[in-house]
């Protein structure tokens, strides 16, 4: 099971994001099932609501796994497979809390001035590298559109 199957019986839970309280401090986190409590005052019944949640994640993050290499927002459906694991199982919530945390470190740096010069100085290299190599193929072969390429 996980490390909340001790604790199930009669504990009121609150969700593992930290929350606020009525004086602005901030909580600690409870992790846990989410289950609605007449299913975890079964545990027959829990166990097959954790086995239909772990089935359910596994089918969205299979899925988020396919459309990686397609067109399609492959990480946001493994993300989402990831967030209705962690609806359930303490381990997928510490992965979920650990990814938001890098994710926000990622977005603060991303917006610091200085790191916002640098990509747009190294977007424009880009560019001007990109517009260069395009003015030269034209320059030396022209533009033909590959239904008119002779044989």
């Not at 600690?28 to 239909?52: C, D, M, N, T, Y």
């Amino acid at each position: 099971m996980n490390a909340e199957s001790d604790r199930r019986r009669g504990a009121a839970e609150t969700p593992p994001q930290a929350a606020t309280g009525g004086d602005g401090s901030k909580r600690e986190p409870v992790w846990g099932s989410r289950a609605p409590r007449f299913i975890k005052r079964s545990r027959p019944l829990h166990l097959s609501w954790q086995v239909g949640v772990f089935i359910v994640g596994l089918g969205v993050v299979g899925l988020g796994i396919i459309l990686l290499p397609l067109p399609g927002p492959g990480w946001l459906v493994i993300f989402a497979g990831m967030a209705i694991w962690a609806t359930e199982f303490v381990w997928a919530q510490l992965v979920l809390a650990w990814t938001k945390r890098k994710v926000t470190e990622a977005a603060h740096r991303a917006l610091d001035p200085r790191v916002r010069r640098r990509n747009l100085i190294l977007t424009t290299i880009a560019v001007v590298i990109c517009a260069a190599a395009v003015s030269v193929y034209v320059w030396k072969f022209g533009i033909v559109m590959p239904w008119k390429i002779e044989q």
